[in-house]
């Protein structure tokens, strides 16, 4: 990460998540896992600390669990002087407060105006706006790239020199997130997602997994899936007579477990959101058709 040449294009090592375990991807790139694992959260929530010498910032602090808190400060190898949130859904951005007053450090990141699955003890020092640049350390600088999509007020940080993108929830591991309206709203994730190929990315450091390689193949994969379902909500869409959510569900989900269908839910409104603004898809009170 001191931007020497050729170190951009020399992906970091990654051995694994280990809960509660610091993990040295480089000399500047420590990663810390909650241990908050679940359905949501996969293995746990990715704390990252990034910096050089005695300047040193942590990206999502994860949630407000004590002992998560005081690792992070002991893992930091300078004082903690930022401490930056992807996004403020509870897994990521409650553990800022205590953090905060712990260290002293600043806090960065954005507020959302809705509520529904948000931290809302998130106050910010000051809120970030794509295009921003922060220091952190000699040499170490990251890029504030605003993602809405999964959250209103997503943003990645693009460390510049090695061209890792710490991407929160936009892009994880394994899997895909849901797009809760109308905080999550799927036109502009797949817009966010479209964006990030035209960025200059080496890896990927999701909040939730491992070190993702190719970045822009993973990215142009997800795009591609998410179109895929959309395609399966056209076909589903009747034509006559309008069908609720959770009929749409059961055509459009059919291979996923039916326990996730209430999430999925969540995302089949999204796509016909979608739809409906393209005026592929008609709405009919609670329920939905194709548009005619």
């Known amino acids: 990460m001191t931007g020497k040449p050729g170190e951009a294009s020399r992906p970091l090592r990654d051995d694994g998540i280990q809960p509660g375990v610091a993990v040295r991807l480089s000399s500047h790139l420590w990663r ?7 359905m949501m959260t996969g293995p746990g929530t990715n704390s990252y600390l990034i910096g050089a010498g ?23 190898p300078g004082a903690i002087r930022h401490i930056l949130v992807t996004h403020t859904h509870k897994d990521h951005s409650p553990g800022a407060a205590p953090l905060k007053a712990a260290t002293g450090a600043t806090l960065l990141g954005r507020v959302t105006a809705h509520h529904h699955w948000q931290d809302g ?38 460390l510049e020199a090695q ?3 710490f991407t929160g929830d ?5 899997s895909t997130v849901v797009i809760d ?88 409104l999204a796509h016909l959101l979608k739809l409906a603004a393209e005026d592929r898809a008609r709405r009919v009170g609670e329920s939905w058709m194709a548009a005619t």
């Open 32 to 38: 810390l896992t909650a241990r908050n694992p679940g």
């Open 54 to 76: 005695e300047d040193w910032a942590v990206i999502d602090p994860g949630p407000a669990d004590e002992q998560h808190i005081r690792a992070l400060i002991e893992a930091a």
């Open 121 to 158: 003890t998130f106050q910010p020092d000051r809120e970030l706006r794509h295009d921003d640049r922060l220091t952190v350390g000699a040499g170490v600088t990251l890029r504030v790239i605003h993602t809405p999509g999964h959250a209103s007020n997503h943003l990645c940080f693009l």
């Open 163 to 165: 061209r890792v993108l």
């Open 170 to 174: 936009h892009i994880i591991q394994g």
């Open 181 to 268: 309206p109308p905080d999550g709203d799927m036109s502009a994730y797949i817009a966010s997602l479209e964006a990030l190929l035209r960025e200059p990315l080496e890896q990927l450091a999701p909040g939730h997994g491992t070190l993702i390689a190719e970045p822009h193949r993973a990215i142009a994969a997800l795009i591609q899936h998410r179109l895929r379902r959309e395609a399966k909500v056209l076909t589903a869409l009747p034509g006559g007579h309008p069908a609720d959510l959770a009929t749409l569900v059961r055509r459009v989900y059919d291979d996923v477990p039916s326990q996730l269908h209430s999430l999925a839910e969540r995302s089949l």
